[in-house]
């Protein structure tokens, strides 16, 4: 029995020291009985007294602690108290991964020993092959003459598609760092950089801060140029991550981000701050450049929320030059929610930073506050439900109108199943808003308003019938069309004449066929009596596709010349409007919107393709505006033909291209083009990317950015379940 102790005490000592030797957290472990089951499996087992030699040989296999060992030989010197292992070894451990090895010998307390010939297999990504393994003070691990890789390797082909070769590595197993000297990069057997020093996280570790990989970009407008992220690692909630962005024409910008979560909500902030932006053109002035942004949300509690989303810019166009965005407008928000069973709340304040270059930045508006608040009555009133809305709405400029409006609102709701499967719905509402309105004392054109309070009341009702007739075939298939009348009466009283700041842009479509006001906001309200009628289509085919259409329009009793002409809905009959779509279970879809008036002469046409399969997918578009010269906001807009097209391609199960093109085809000219190619496997992707844009401005010429990434699994980064491995003539060495 004492013997079977020693063998037991011996193999879970061996299995711990040579896991602990290779990457992974340090063991304590004495050479002792241990308190946790061993299986021991071996042909013979033998101790002799004369020399203290406990031998286990023959087929040994060690389970302990959820690691395997297995071995031809291991012998325990008693005396000169050491654990040895004649190969080959395997060791498999969950924690620290795979180790194979010629010949091992080690002191039982696991903090000194000799692997030799070792072959490692980290968390499954990195591959490190050494002559000889060393651990030390029982925290490192050195390996000498070491080749390194994430990648599969091929018995036919054992190149792989990228290696690092090292005279020496060295793993910290309490920093959780791997360390390499005198190192080189192979690409393809080929070396490409000598690294005479190099680190990088061991890649069991789930954060570490280093450097990423970088990124080469070249463009017309800021020359060559490379960005070198740093991750950094600030605690176990929080990090950030510092890039400088180099540019060969003398450029310097530093770009960061900072994050931190907590137990009820999170932030990302960071920016941009171009210490040098390298132009000859001084767009900024003396002054700095820069871009902020941040967004995040917070658990208030009681069903409260806090969210932000905010960015801001030094210029109109720092954000175009350097590719970072093409908006003509950023907009930033702060907002307070709470939705429950019965009521919602909303509390909101808006900010615009206009990057347009002619546009008078002082007479953009800012928002706050924008208070929206509605609840359900639990009482019903003749079958039907009751609700009320309360809302603020403050907009101010610094050059310009300003105003508040306070609305309140109560209104009813109710529905009804009627013969032969009609379906009827009736609301009845009354809102009543308030304005105060005052203009800035510099601005030339004052408003007409004199600063009085303005009142207006509007009183509406509405009932709508549906009448769907639902058919089924004998092969399965469903065909449902859907008649809906609603007729809406609704007028204003009192000051009819207020400002309007949200209601500028009425577009009518089929999503609003049946809306009881297609103005975008609360400052102008569809009045009159009218009537929306249409006919909806739906066909569901079980053999995998669908169809569905829309078609309406609006009759009014009487034209009041609300809306104007390009909108489709000025007039006693609007425009007719409508949408086609087709649907395949394979993933394609087809859809067409369209604006049509009586003549058949289209105002405005949309159509697109989307389709999304296993290999590739595709979005295509084509967009048609008529001329439009009746627009009192935006003033005659030409007309507009544009084409849209966004698609990428699996080519091979390891190549992948793509393109974008915008193209306007009213003018011929092109708006803005790129293309990619990507090559990636289980250990590398390496991206090339180009793009165009020819539109141009006073201070932004077009320009064309070439665009150049490696990402490699194992070096700070994780493998990707996106493409497959390396696929090698016979079995992998993996």
């Not at 180790?99 to 091992?104: G, I, M, T, Y």
């Not at 069991?204 to 990124?215: C, Q």
């Amino acid at each position: 029995m004492a013997e079977q102790r020693r063998a037991l005490a011996l193999a879970a000592a061996l299995a711990l020291a040579l896991a602990a030797t290779g990457p992974g957290a340090a063991q304590e472990a004495p050479f002792a009985a241990p308190e946790e089951p061993v299986a021991l499996v071996a042909d013979r087992v033998s101790y002799d007294d004369a020399t203290g030699l406990l031998v286990a040989e023959g087929s040994v296999e060690v389970l302990y602690r959820g690691i395997i060992l297995r071995a031809p030989r291991i012998v325990y010197d008693e005396r000169n108290d050491k654990v040895s292992a004649e190969g080959p070894i395997v060791l498999v451990d969950p924690d620290t991964g795979v180790l194979l090895a010629d010949r091992a010998a080690l002191t039982p307390d696991l903090a000194n020993g000799l692997i030799e010939g070792a072959r490692l297999l980290i968390a499954d990504q990195l591959q490190i092959a050494a002559v000889e393994a060393q651990r030390r003070d029982g925290r490192f691990v050195t390996l000498d003459r070491v080749i390194a890789s994430s990648c599969t390797v091929c018995p036919g082909n054992p190149t792989p598609t990228w290696a690092i070769r090292a005279r020496r590595v060295t793993e910290d197993e309490l920093a959780q760092r791997i360390y390499f000297d005198n190192a080189r990069l192979e690409v393809l057997g080929v070396p490409v950089a000598w690294l005479p020093w190099l680190s990088i996280p061991d890649p069991r570790a789930e954060r570490a801060s280093g450097f990423l990989a970088p990124i080469f970009l070249n463009s017309q407008i800021y020359g060559a140029a490379i960005k070198t992220p740093y991750y950094y690692v600030l605690g176990p909630s929080s990090d950030m991550t510092i890039t400088p962005f180099v540019t060969s024409q003398g450029g310097f910008l530093a770009e960061g981000e900072y994050r931190r979560r907590f137990t009820r909500g999170g932030i990302d902030v960071g920016g941009v701050l171009a210490l040098d932006d390298g132009l000859e053109d001084d767009i900024g002035g003396d002054s700095t450049r820069w871009f902020l942004y941040g967004n995040g949300d917070y658990d208030l509690g009681r069903g409260f929320v806090f969210d932000f989303d905010a960015s801001i810019v030094s210029d109109d166009v720092f954000l175009k030059q350097f590719d970072y965005s093409d908006a003509d407008l950023l907009t930033s928000t702060a907002k307070i929610t709470r939705t429950r069973a019965k009521d919602y709340l909303r509390l909101e304040g808006i900010g615009f930073q206009s990057l347009l270059e002619n546009e008078d930045k002082r007479t953009v508006p800012a928002v706050l506050p924008d208070l929206v608040y509605r609840r359900t009555l639990e009482e019903t009133l003749a079958g039907g439900r009751l609700a009320y809305d309360v809302a603020l709405l403050g907009m101010t400029r610094e050059l310009g109108q300003s105003m508040v409006r306070g609305t309140g609102a109560i209104d009813w709701r109710a529905d009804w199943t009627l013969a032969m499967g009609l379906r009827a719905h009736a609301t009845a509402s009354a809102a009543l808003d308030s304005y105060r309105v005052w203009s800035d004392a510099d601005d030339t054109n004052q408003t007409t308003y004199d600063g009085d309070p303005l009142g207006r009341a509007t009183p509406l009702a509405a009932v709508e019938l549906r009448w769907p007739w639902v058919r089924r075939g004998a092969s399965g298939v469903d065909q449902v069309i859907e008649p809906i009348a609603q007729v809406v009466w609704s007028d204003s009283l009192g000051d009819t004449d207020v400002p309007n700041e949200d209601s500028e842009l009425p577009e009518f479509s089929y999503s609003n066929l049946f809306a009881l006001n297609r103005f975008p906001g609360r400052d102008r309200l569809e009045t009159g009596l009218r009537a929306n009628l249409g006919v909806q289509y739906t066909r569901t085919d079980p053999t995998g596709w669908n169809l569905g259409a829309t078609l309406g329009r609006v009759l009014r009793a009487d034209d009041l010349d609300q809306f104007p002409t390009g909108t489709g809905l000025d007039g006693r009959w609007s425009d007719w409007v409508g949408l086609l779509s087709v649907g395949f279970d394979w993933g394609l879809s087809l859809s067409n919107r369209m604006l049509v008036q009586s003549d058949l002469d289209f105002t405005r046409n949309e159509f697109a393709v989307q389709y999304d399969g296993e290999r590739g997918r595709l979005g295509a578009s084509y967009t048609y505006l008529a001329e439009d010269d009746s627009n009192p906001f935006l003033g005659p807009q030409p007309e507009t033909s544009e084409l849209a097209l966004a698609a990428r391609y699996r080519v091979h199960p390891n190549w992948e291209v793509r393109g974008n093109w915008r193209f306007d085809a009213a003018s011929g000219s092109n708006v803005r083009a790129g293309a990619g190619i990507t090559y990636g496997n289980e250990c590398a992707e390496i991206d090339l990317s180009v793009s165009r844009r020819y539109t141009s401005s006073d201070n932004l010429p077009p320009a064309t950015t070439i665009g150049f990434g490696v990402r490699l699994a194992g070096l700070g980064a994780s493998g990707s379940a996106e493409w497959p491995p390396r696929a090698c003539v016979g079995v992998a060495l993996r």
